[in-house]
């Protein structure tokens, strides 16, 4: 499917599965998703803060999405900061 989208001119796609979407994409970490597409960070620590939610549950959330591909982070001393991978995340239809 990536590679569909590639041809017709859409580039930075990451697809997940309908199955994997289903297990990570919970709403926190779609606003996880969202803030990072719209806002710099400098840290897990700051992306908590800014969120207003526990750092270890966004670190938590930050790892599920950066096994699944859908964001990696920047090391900076002890300091991680995260990005999103790709410009699109897709999530493959129901056939």
Do not use: C, W
């Amino acid at each position: 499917m990536a590679r569909a989208l590639a041809r017709g001119g859409m580039e930075g796609v990451h697809v997940l599965s309908h199955e994997s979407a289903a297990e990570i994409l919970t709403p926190k970490r779609r606003d996880l998703i969202t803030y990072l597409a719209e806002n710099e960070v400098a840290s897990v620590r700051d992306l908590a803060r800014q969120l207003d939610r526990d750092k270890g549950q966004v670190s938590r959330d930050l790892e599920t999405l950066a096994r699944h591909g859908v964001i990696s982070f920047e090391t900076d001393g002890r300091a991680k900061k995260p990005y999103l991978q790709h410009e699109h995340v897709v999530v493959e239809p129901i056939v």
